[in-house]
């Protein structure tokens, strides 16, 4: 607890942030983890993924912009990767950070350049995700994911969510209302007790809940579909012997993991039948997302308090 604690402070650190891109084993760490700086890195890796039957899902990394300018101007980097998915006939689709296009500004600023790029996805017959951040900007969010549900529902577009939060099961039920889909995580934030659930069991218990709330008949009949996004063993089986005793098909839900995290279990699953795709993040700004892979992993750390010792 008090590591991650750090490590997400640290994320946020800047004189942090200088010495660990150019800190050479930091860099070699952070490439399990992220695809590379560039957008062909991203595609070689979701390339690589294919092949063994993995779907991707590329987010180029980036958040809590301060302009409206680099909002714009991350909003384009995204359409640029769609229209590379579709060039190189990729299986994969995008996912988005709200911070990074445009939450800042207002969620009519965030929902018109959502929609711009949900515009692009559309046209070429691909759809968008949204990842969810910190607990302040969970109601813009998802009133902007209503909106792509009113206008761009037809795309299937995917809103992460917590499991961690106390309030999630209200919100997904307005989702499955809608019949929408969701990314269902564990949550990678330091929130306070008050807004999340912070004992490691207590998190699995609320995952399944979310995920019975889903599955459940008349959810499914609305068209709700549920990713869950975990490498967790215990939730990946629960939802495996869930679905095959309620008779849902291998392909009426999905498994979500991250580049880089147990990747024999990915290809392990992809070759059982079941729907696997991996977020792919790339990018120049990897620093606070490697930040939050460390936050969550002791031995990470352990890793790189090795390599910086000596030991
Ligand atoms: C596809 C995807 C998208 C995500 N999007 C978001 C998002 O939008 N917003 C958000 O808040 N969070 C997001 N997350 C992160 C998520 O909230 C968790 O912090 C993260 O997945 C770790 O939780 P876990 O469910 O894997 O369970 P844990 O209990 O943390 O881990 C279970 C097991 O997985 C392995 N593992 C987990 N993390 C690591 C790691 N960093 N390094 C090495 N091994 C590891 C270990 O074997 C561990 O025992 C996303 C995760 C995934 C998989």
Do not use: C
Not at 184 to 210: F, S
Request: aromatic share 8%; glycine share 8%; hydrophobic share 40%.
């Amino acid at each position: 607890m008090l590591l991650r604690t750090i490590f997400i402070g640290l994320s946020h650190n800047k004189p942090a942030q200088n010495l660990t891109v150019h800190f050479p084993p930091a860099r070699k760490l952070a490439r399990r983890f992220i695809a590379g700086e560039t957008l062909d890195d991203a595609v070689r890796v979701v390339r690589e993924l294919n092949k063994k039957g993995i779907k991707g899902l590329m987010n180029e990394v980036g958040e809590a912009i301060t302009t409206r300018e680099a909002a714009t101007k991350a909003a384009a980097a995204f359409k640029t990767t769609l229209k590379r998915i579709a060039d190189e006939g990729l299986d994969s689709s995008i996912s988005m950070k709200p911070s990074h296009v445009g939450l800042t500004f207002g969620t009519d600023f965030f929902y018109d350049t959502v929609a711009d790029v949900a515009e692009t996805a559309r046209a070429l017959g691909n759809t968008i995700e949204l990842d969810m951040e910190g607990s302040a900007d969970v109601d813009a969010t998802l009133e902007v994911f209503h909106r792509l549900l009113d206008d761009y529902g037809e795309l299937r577009p995917k809103m992460a969510i917590q499991g961690y939060l106390h309030r999630t099961p209200a919100d997904v039920e307005k989702i499955i209302a809608r019949g929408g889909s969701i990314r269902l995580i564990k949550g990678a934030y330091q929130e306070p007790p008050e807004i999340a659930i912070q004992d490691h069991d207590a998190i699995n218990q609320a995952m399944i809940r979310v995920m019975e709330m889903m599955l459940a008949p008349e959810a499914r009949e609305k068209g709700a579909f549920l990713a869950l996004g975990s490498h967790d063993p215990l939730l990946i089986e629960w939802l495996i012997n869930e679905t095959e005793k309620r008779g849902i098909p291998k392909d009426g839900f999905e498994i979500q993991m991250l580049q880089g995290i147990r990747r024999d279990e990915q290809v392990r699953l992809a070759q059982a039948g079941y729907t696997v795709r991996i977020y792919v993040p790339y990018g120049a700004e990897w620093y606070p997302y490697f930040m939050r892979r460390l936050a969550e992993r002791p031995s990470n750390v352990l890793f790189m308090a090795r390599a910086m010792f000596g030991g």
